[in-house]
């Protein structure tokens, strides 16, 4: 791995403008062992990595799409996403005992990274040069299987969810578990955050298929039932006005948010009840990303609810997916699909 340049030069808020990178990636991932990045408009591969010895769990665009972080049974890889090879920029195999299950780089840090496990620990990893090492660490095992979070709170470094039902917020300065919620007899099997200057959010959605919301911290959640069998996946539009849910039923929910209510907008029924595994929408909110059982992955129109595209590749169930879309100073001008 000698021809892979120093992590340094990954921490630029935009890739280099001399070199003519994608300006939006899809990336998806699943029990195949094979990973795809996607033009998304056209549905071109861009690049193909084998991920040998496991299935994926999770995989996540850094902000400026220039690394991806991939998780498994028990590895994290970071991808140099431009790079000519298909190595991995680092690796770690250690420290996790079981399936890492999420990741998340940390809120506008481009090497630094936070991932949940089987083991019920939450693990900070930073790699300021070539070499991948857990900084700090919490054990959550008390509090069941880590199978969710989110860095996406102004609080927490982030905020897990676990197979007991507890939703926990963790406090680096402190280096303490908050609890934010729990529930008996259930398990929070995704969960997303959204934060602006006036106003935080949480969603999560539970095996049972129950949405969970809670605006501004306050101690009143919402939940009522969403699904009809498990809940997989819930994800927050980049504006935080819409929130889409996703499960074993195989329909997409989406919610409209105000202040704390909660109220339906759409939904897009599968007759061929696929399990949707994740979801992800478009930085215009036009569109939303889906991967299911089937081992397709569709773009959905938000607006006539129909398919756009569809891109086929994969073997075996897609459970996760990550979009990179290039943000432009005029929201006007911002990628679009």
């Not at 990178?21 to 084998?50: C, M, N, Q, V």
């Not at 039902?165 to 578990?177: K, M, R, T």
Request: glycine letters at 6%.
């Amino acid at each position: 791995m000698n021809n892979i340049k120093d992590i340094s030069s990954f921490k630029r808020s935009t890739p280099d403008h001399d070199i003519k990178y994608p300006s939006s990636l899809l990336a998806t991932a699943g029990f195949d062992h094979r990973i795809f990045l996607w033009h998304p408009k056209t549905g071109d591969i861009y690049k193909e990595y084998d991920h040998k010895g496991s299935q994926v769990n999770a995989l996540k665009f850094s902000d400026n799409g220039c690394l991806l972080a991939v998780t498994g049974y028990e590895v994290l890889h970071v991808y140099d996403v431009h790079s000519n090879s298909p190595l991995t920029i680092m690796s770690n195999n250690l420290e996790h005992g079981k399936n890492i299950t999420c990741v998340g780089f940390h809120k506008n840090e481009e090497t630094r990274l936070v991932t949940g496990g089987e083991d019920g620990f939450c693990r900070i990893w930073e790699f300021p040069k070539r070499n991948l090492k857990h900084v700090r660490e919490i054990d959550c095992s008390a509090r069941g299987v880590i199978n969710c979070l989110s860095t996406q709170h102004p609080l927490f470094v982030a905020v897990v969810g676990t197979q007991q039902g507890y939703i926990l917020g963790w406090q680096v300065e402190d280096n303490a578990i908050i609890q934010l919620y729990h529930k008996h007899a259930t398990s929070i099997n995704s969960i997303d955050c959204f934060y602006s200057e006036s106003e935080v959010k949480v969603a999560a959605i539970t095996l049972s298929g129950n949405l969970i919301y809670n605006y501004n911290n306050k101690d009143t959640w919402y939940d009522e039932p969403c699904h009809t069998r498990y809940g997989l996946c819930c994800v927050f539009s980049p504006d935080g006005k819409l929130l889409a849910t996703s499960g074993a039923d195989g329909r997409i929910m989406i919610f409209g948010l105000e202040r704390e209510k909660v109220f339906k907008l759409q939904e897009f029924s599968d007759t061929k009840l696929r399990w949707i595994w994740d979801l992800e929408f478009s930085n215009d909110v036009g569109y939303l990303f889906v991967a299911s059982s089937d081992g397709m992955v569709q773009m959905w129109s938000l607006q006539d609810k129909t398919v756009r595209r569809t891109y086929r590749g994969h073997q075996k169930t897609v459970v996760t997916l990550s979009l990179f879309q290039q943000k432009s100073s005029d929201p006007q001008r911002n990628a679009r699909l």
